[in-house]
């Protein structure tokens, strides 16, 4: 059983700093992709940044040069550094991650998409 757990939201002014974190655990063969998705009140839920196996990243227009996705490979941990908050930024943020799992014999490892559930980010003064 795969898990992912977020820590690291809280209140913050604006301009101020955050660094969520994602932890993922379980029977994990590989990470593909590793993201951070949000959902505003009243608001679908939206892509915020995404790192892949390759180390490839993809930002959301609103939060390009201001937030920043990583991993530490050794530990299975993301983080996401958000600066210069703003008050739009408040949301809940969710990690998410495709991961290979391993299979039952004789089937093969097979990817699953896993969740988080969630800490909140409140920007506000």
């Known amino acids: 059983q795969v898990q992912l757990v977020e820590s690291g939201g809280g209140l913050v002014q604006p301009g101020g700093s955050l660094t969520l974190s994602c932890a993922a655990s379980?029977?994990?063969?590989?990470?593909?992709?590793m993201g951070w998705y949000r959902q505003a009140p009243g608001k679908e839920r939206e892509l915020v940044a995404r790192?892949?196996?390759?180390?490839?990243?993809d930002y959301a227009d609103s939060v390009k040069g201001r937030f920043t996705i990583s991993r530490d490979s050794a530990e299975n941990l993301f983080y996401l550094q958000m600066n210069s908050l703003k008050p739009e930024d408040t949301a809940v943020y969710y990690c998410?991650?495709?991961?290979?799992?391993?299979?039952?014999?004789?089937?093969?490892?097979?990817?699953?998409?896993?969740w988080g559930k969630g800490t909140l980010v409140t920007v506000s003064s």
């Open positions: 790192l892949t196996s390759t180390s490839s990243t």
């Open positions: 379980g029977s994990i063969v590989s990470i593909d992709v």
């Open positions: 998410n991650g495709r991961m290979v799992v391993p299979g039952t014999p004789p089937f093969p490892d097979y990817a699953m998409d896993y």
